[in-house]
C-alpha cells in the first residue's frame, strides 16, 4: 500500500464486508416493511448500491492518473 488511495479501497472492501456479514443483517431482519418489501431486502439493496456506488468514485479517481 503505497499511496492514499490504495488504503482507500482496502477501507472500502473492509466497510463492504461488515454491511453484508451476518451481524450487521440481523440487526434488519425484522417484520417491518417498506413499500411492501421485508425491511432487510431493502437493507440488502441499498448496501449493495452504496458499496456499487463508491467503487466507481473510486476507479473514477484512479483513472485520473496518479
Excluded: K, N, T
Amino acid at each position: 500500500m503505497d499511496s492514499p488511495r490504495s488504503a482507500w479501497i482496502v477501507w472500502l472492501a473492509v466497510a463492504a464486508v461488515l454491511l453484508l456479514v451476518w451481524p450487521g443483517l440481523a440487526l434488519f431482519d425484522r417484520e417491518q416493511r417498506i413499500a411492501g418489501m421485508p425491511l432487510l431486502y431493502v437493507y440488502v439493496f441499498v448496501a449493495w448500491l452504496l458499496i456499487i456506488g463508491l467503487v466507481r468514485a473510486w476507479m473514477r479517481r484512479a483513472g485520473d492518473g496518479d
